[in-house]
């Protein structure tokens, strides 16, 4: 968490959880521009079932973007030194995701002290969207 301390973090810690509420149609829209991904897709609902999809579904950067977001909650941008994800399911409007983590070890690299951990997105039925790593720089206090 921020403002917390290298040494009182503990492998196996989970992190501070993030509940995103349930993807909207219009969500997807706004997405579309903001990252300038217009794959119809992700809009139009016969695109998705043309695409064989069963109907529009979420940009997976949308998904990763949520990760982005629970990580940057516990610790500051400018501390993250990598992060990477693979996605492992489709998400649609009406899923509702809860990003989750867990410290998986401590070391320190060029005399900076970091955290490796895990984060996962899942919907509200517990189906994985994605699974990955971040690594963030730690203050010892």
């Known amino acids: 968490m921020i403002g917390q301390d290298f040494n009182s973090i503990q492998v196996g ?3 501070p959880p993030l509940a995103k509420p349930p993807i909207t149609e219009v969500q997807l829209v ?11 897709i992700h809009t139009v609902h016969q695109a998705g079932v043309d695409a064989g999809n069963g109907g529009v579904i979420a940009h997976g950067m949308l998904i990763m973007g949520f990760a982005a977001e629970m990580i ?7 501390q993250v030194r990598s992060f990477g994800v693979r ?9 509702a995701i809860t990003i989750t983590g867990k410290v998986l ?6 005399g900076e002290p970091r955290l490796r951990c895990e984060v996962e997105a899942a919907d509200q039925t517990g189906h994985r969207k994605l699974k990955g790593e971040f ?3 730690f203050p010892v206090r």
Request: hydrophobic share 35%; proline share 8%; glycine share 10%.
């Open 105 to 110: 070890e401590k070391l320190v690299v060029d």
């Open 87 to 95: 996605f492992t399911g489709i998400s649609r409007p009406g899923d």
């Open 30 to 40: 706004r997405y579309s521009g903001a990252s300038g991904d217009f794959n119809p």
């Open 72 to 78: 940057t909650r516990w610790v500051r941008p400018e």
């Open 135 to 137: 690594v963030a720089a």
């Open 13 to 15: 810690e989970a992190l």
